[in-house]
């Protein structure tokens, strides 16, 4: 079964530290991939994606970094503060995945003590 | 507030018993998702709907059914249930059948005894 593999399952930082999650991914659909975030007791929430035509995209503290040669991506989180403690997902369009095809990690609990 | 909402956002059950889900979408969007979320693990994609007809089956059970409804609001009914069914159920919706943006609910939360 087509997966994606996601690392570390949690992740201590502190503030102000730098937060780096990986995914790997085999083949996929089409190139979009997501990163959501889902606080306790929320549903996941889209942060932020990329659609490599371009190999890194930042949006404020987050920056996703694509290497599809290696057909894997990451996200750091920069300055990281305690309300960035979350769950973190990783998503990618996997071939033979169902629906919008969107196959999500096992997700990266991270807590960033103060 | 992703403006997608689920009922009820807790559910207690005893084995064997059926229980159906509830899920309003955002509005203006047809395709309704389905994931199931276990302790320390991911989101499985369950089942979707766009605008009233069954599109894509993930990892669904046969004992679990969903149905789409003309108002486009969307139900999941999980019946036999099992020890192993106790999960977070995870309603999403998108504009249109393509991948993009998923707005997810806040979850049923599902307790089967």
């Not at chain 2, 369950?46 to 894509?56: D, K, P, T, V």
């Amino acid at each position: 079964q087509q997966q994606v593999k996601q690392s570390p399952q949690s992740l201590i930082v502190q503030k102000g530290g730098i937060s780096i999650i990986n995914c790997a991914y085999e083949n996929t659909a089409f190139d979009y991939f997501p990163w959501y975030q889902q606080f306790p007791g929320k549903g996941p929430a889209l942060l932020i994606a990329i659609r490599p035509d371009v190999s890194e995209k930042k949006e404020g503290r987050f920056t996703i970094s694509f290497n599809k040669s290696a057909k894997q991506f990451s996200l750091h989180i920069m300055d990281s503060q305690p309300g960035d403690s979350a769950t973190y997902f990783c998503a990618a369009p996997m071939i033979k995945a169902a629906g919008n095809k969107l196959t999500f990690g096992g997700g990266t609990r991270v807590l960033v003590k103060p | 507030d992703s403006g997608v909402t689920q009922t009820p956002k807790h559910l207690i059950t005893a084995t064997g018993q059926r229980v159906t889900l509830r899920c309003s979408p955002r509005s203006g969007d047809l395709s309704v998702y389905w994931y199931q979320q276990s302790l320390d693990q991911g989101l499985q994609f369950l089942i979707q709907y766009y605008n009233g007809e069954e599109r894509a089956k993930g990892n669904i059970l046969e004992r679990f059914s969903a149905q789409q409804f003309p108002d486009l609001h969307s139900e999941l009914n999980l019946s036999s249930l099992e020890l192993g069914d106790s999960a977070l159920y995870f309603c999403a919706s998108s504009r249109g059948l393509g991948t993009g943006e998923l707005f997810f609910g806040e979850g049923s939360r599902l307790t089967v005894l």
